[in-house]
């Protein structure tokens, strides 16, 4: 009974240089959620994809991030020419249903340290 | 004050002791659910209580609901040192993308044994 997966857990980069964060979702589940959280901050809503589609990623800086989740394989959060206020645990959430009574499920995290 | 925003912001308590924290918001929502973090871990959800619901259990988590004051509080009883952790209460908007959590800056819960 998988969970949500990401990987990798830590990551770190220089600036300037690009990040890729991995979320496989909980089997069966077709809705991806990002967040972002800084530290000694609660987490802050990113980007909403279905399958091939980005349903909303109003939370997304417009600029150097991009997010995807295709047919086949994992949902990837790309970071663009990295800088330090990039810095953050970066969490992906899954669903099976993109509803407001839907239940999201999170996975461990990613830990994006900009050097 | 932002929307869920957890006070206090730091609990400390001894275990077999119960411990209270509150999230207020300020938009109207479907439901509001409570997470647990542990230091440097994913979220783990704990309870999730809909608009129309006053309080709800889960063993020794119980959470109310008011919405005429849009408020929540997680109450968890006989504490463990196991339950160190951050707490935070995610609210969704019912007037707009319902999908969309919004998290508060939470409430670190420390149990001493």
């Known amino acids: 009974n998988a969970g949500v997966m990401q990987n990798p857990r830590h990551l770190v980069r220089r600036r300037g240089q690009e990040a890729r964060l991995r979320c496989s979702p909980v089997k069966g589940h077709s809705h991806v959620y990002w967040y972002r959280q800084l530290p000694e901050e609660g987490l802050k809503f990113m980007v909403y994809?279905?399958?091939?589609?980005?349903?909303?990623e109003s939370g997304m800086p417009k600029e150097r991030f991009s997010a995807e989740f295709p047919k086949e394989g994992p949902s990837i959060l790309r970071i663009q020419q990295v800088v330090r206020g990039d810095s953050a645990a970066y969490f992906c959430a899954s669903s099976p249903l993109g509803m407001a009574a839907d239940t999201q499920y999170f996975g461990p995290g990613t830990r994006l340290t900009v050097l | 004050s932002q929307q869920g925003e957890e006070d206090p912001q730091a609990l400390s308590i001894q275990e077999g002791e119960n411990a209270t924290m509150n999230c207020s918001y300020k938009?109207?929502?479907?439901?509001l659910q409570w997470y647990r973090q542990n230091s440097g871990r994913g979220l783990v959800h704990l309870i999730l209580?809909?608009?129309?619901?006053r309080e709800k259990h889960s063993g020794r988590l119980r959470v109310t609901l008011d919405t005429s004051k849009k408020s929540s509080s997680l109450l968890i009883t006989a504490s463990r040192a196991a339950d160190t952790a951050s707490y935070f209460c995610?609210?969704?908007?019912?007037?707009?993308?319902?999908?969309?959590?919004?998290f508060g800056k939470g409430t670190l819960l420390t149990v001493n044994p």
């Open positions: 994809l279905q399958k091939e589609n980005i349903i909303d």
């Open positions: 995610a609210t969704d908007n019912s007037g707009g993308s319902n999908y969309k959590l919004t």
């Open positions: 209580i809909r608009s129309n619901e």
């Open positions: 938009t109207s929502i479907n439901n």
